[in-house]
């Protein structure tokens, strides 16, 4: 399919659960049930620092069309983490941090893709604020 005929993927609407992480002790297993249980495809990304595999679901047809991430588990109470689009890491960062928020991981560039900061709810519950640069994965 020529560039000019590929269609691209809609931006999401602010505040849209956009990405999750799934941490694991043991990688192969997990992604094994998720394969089994849902159909989803595992996709090992090169361009990760740490082994990282791109989740698509059963029907993508494009290796761009992701929708989470798998990776091993770099702490024992590590949890699902969901990534919520935002206009502004910075900003929305701010604003988390004003409404009782905690920040776990400020922020942190993703290369080609993005920004993302790592916070903890008033509740202790983390989630993942993430901007995109415009240039796709």
Known sequence: ???????????????????????????????????QLFGWKFNKWEGSEMPYWLIQHKDATDENDTMGGLFARQAPNQQFVNYFYVKSVEDSTKQATSLGAK??????????????????????????????????M
């Open 1 to 35: 399919m020529s560039s000019q005929t590929q269609q691209q993927r809609p931006q999401p609407k602010f505040g849209t659960l956009v990405h999750f992480e799934i941490p694991a002790s043991d990688p192969a297993k997990v992604s094994k049930f998720y394969s």
């Open 103 to 136: 920040v776990v991981m400020g922020k942190q560039e993703i290369p080609n893709v993005g920004w993302f900061s790592i916070l903890n709810d008033p509740d202790g519950n983390t989630f993942a604020l993430f901007e995109s640069s415009g240039r796709g």
